[in-house]
């Protein structure tokens, strides 16, 4: 009689504690409870503004997406400023001491925005100036595991091809701060570094700002406009022009003669013949691709 006594009070009690809960939960305010898609959301995008480097320059732009936003401003630009690369305790660190294998330029029929330097997977890589991690993702068909920082004098820096990134969005870096390991994911033929530098979503070649041989800055301050950037046409950012130095040819037509490819494009019938390799007297095959430049 006594055992059945207490069973009945232990379950009366767990009735009246599972009423009081349901009770006190029906009482909160349903507008602060948030599903767990929605907390994953908040913690993932809550981000204080006021962190967000360069505002003089970018405003309160901070896309997480897309390396070429904000805008470039192309009446700024061909005006150009001073740029200081060092600020206060703001110092410059090279996100890897290794050996530069291929240089930023014309390269394989399109622009190569950066510097790849050469490294080991697993080398670690380092933030070259202070700031906030703007952008961190994969991307599999082209910079492979990346990692993007705005930093305090303006400039941005994308560190690609990594095999591991250790800092994540919106995350305040310091100069030489360890960001991720050296790899060969996405577009890549070998373990490297590519290392780009922007100004307003934009890429510039590296050597204007940095001794890839003494791994340091050129200087503290540079002036910096609109010839930085020689593949962008007029003000269209999305046309990428190639350099007056790029390889140019033509694809044979029915009725094109030597004279008439040379006066198209702006060149003489001997340049193209010791171009190619061919006399004046050759036939052209229809189809057949003549360099020109």
């Known amino acids: 009689m006594k055992e059945r006594l207490e069973r009945y009070w232990k379950s009366s ?37 006021d962190l967000i480097p360069a505002q003089s320059i970018y405003g309160r732009s901070w896309d997480e997406k897309n390396i070429d936003s904000p805008a470039y401003n192309y009446q700024m630009m061909k005006w150009g400023y001073l740029l200081n690369l060092v600020e206060d305790d703001c110092e410059y660190v090279h996100p890897f001491c290794g050996e530069v294998t291929s240089h930023y330029g014309w390269r394989g029929g399109r622009w190569h925005k950066g510097i790849d330097i050469n490294l080991d997977i697993g080398d670690p890589v380092f933030a070259a100036f202070d700031g906030v991690v703007r952008i961190q993702k994969y991307d599999q068909g082209g910079f492979g595991n990346y990692v993007m920082i705005r930093h305090y004098n303006g400039l941005e820096t994308l560190y690609a091809h990594l095999s591991e990134s250790i800092v994540e ?10 960001i991720g390991f050296g790899g060969s994911t996405g577009r890549s033929t070998g373990a490297h570094l590519h290392f780009q530098t922007m100004l307003m979503g934009q890429a510039f070649n590296p050597c204007k700002i940095i001794d890839f041989e003494m791994y ?27 350099p007056a130095s790029a390889r140019r040819y033509h694809r044979v037509r029915k ?14 019938v001997n340049s193209i013949c010791r171009l190619n390799r061919i006399s004046r007297n050759t036939t052209l095959r229809i189809g057949r691709s003549l360099r020109v430049k």
């Not at 050129?218 to 999305?238: A, E, R």
């Open 255 to 268: 009725g094109d003669t030597l004279y008439g490819i040379a006066r198209k494009h702006g060149t003489t």
């Open 13 to 49: 009690l767990t009735l009246y504690m599972c009423t009081v809960c349901l009770f006190a939960y029906s009482q909160v305010d349903t507008a602060n409870v948030y599903t767990e898609q929605e907390i994953k959301e908040i913690n993932q995008w809550e981000f204080n503004s």
């Open 169 to 178: 969005r919106n995350q305040t870096v310091r100069a030489g701060q360890m």
């Open 216 to 242: 340091g800055l050129l200087d503290s301050q540079t002036y910096v406009n609109h010839t930085w950037f020689p593949y962008i046409n007029g003000q269209d950012t999305k046309t990428a022009a190639p």
